[in-house]
């Protein structure tokens, strides 16, 4: 089974609209992380966004947060007010045995396209 | 800091060839660690390591030798490369106990013919 699970491949979203970038993990541990990254059309991996499995807030960081819904297992990543450089593939992964564990998991990614 | 360094850029091969792609970092992170990334695929780990001295495999580790001699270098040896390895190679390095998310380099286009 698929760790982690991007349903979107592809996504539009207007300038300065609000877009939800969907994702859900299959762990049957009880202490994981969940992470959000960017990948621009340049190339390199831009850490977005952390979320420890026993934090009871739903982590922000400036535009970006994490919508965490431990129950259903997802971790939707919502960009507020997006801008043209928002534009990018965006990886969902997650490390489980978030103290000890070494081996991080990829979704497939989904391609956010902003426009004008 | 320059973070995490990766060495060439591109690189094409041909089939059967070997050669070593270099990583290093600064920031001084036991834990470092290889991906490559295929279209559709997302990233998949090759290998790993949480130390000087010691290395562990990830989910697709045939074909690729690492070592970890100093904690500062990690780099991934292809022993003899096949077309199967064209990909862009990641490495990524994070500091175990104090550090949460990985930081990865600007990664290695390799095309093997």
């Known amino acids: 089974a698929q760790k982690i699970t991007q349903t979107q491949p592809g996504m539009f979203v207007q300038e300065k609209e609000a877009v939800t970038l969907d994702c859900t993990y299959d762990t049957s541990d009880q202490s994981y992380g969940l992470f959000w990254y960017k990948q621009p059309s340049s190339g390199e991996m831009i850490f977005l966004i952390y979320q420890g499995s026993y934090d009871e807030q739903n982590a922000t960081e400036g535009r970006y947060s994490l919508n965490f819904q431990k129950a259903r297992k997802s971790a939707n990543l919502v960009i507020s007010a997006s801008q043209l450089g928002d534009s990018a593939m965006y990886f969902c992964?997650?490390?489980?045995?978030?103290?000890?564990?070494?081996?991080?998991?990829f979704g497939t990614g989904t391609s956010l396209t902003v426009i004008p | 800091n320059a973070g995490v360094t990766q060495t060439p850029k591109f690189q094409v091969l041909k089939t059967g060839q070997s050669m070593t792609l270099q990583c290093a970092q600064d920031?001084?992170?036991?834990?470092m660690s290889w991906y490559r990334q295929d279209p559709g695929m997302g990233l998949r780990l090759i290998h790993y390591?949480?130390?000087?001295?010691?290395?562990d495999q990830g989910e697709v580790p045939n074909g690729y030798n690492v070592s970890r001699s100093t904690t500062e270098d990690f780099p991934l040896r292809l022993l003899s490369a096949a077309p199967s390895q064209t990909s862009v190679y990641f490495c990524a390095s994070r500091a175990v106990w104090t550090g949460e998310t990985q930081y990865f380099g600007p990664g290695t286009r390799l095309l093997v013919l």
């Open positions: 992964a997650m490390r489980e045995r978030a103290d000890t564990g070494n081996q991080f998991y």
């Open positions: 920031m001084n992170h036991e834990y």
């Open positions: 390591s949480v130390g000087a001295g010691i290395t």
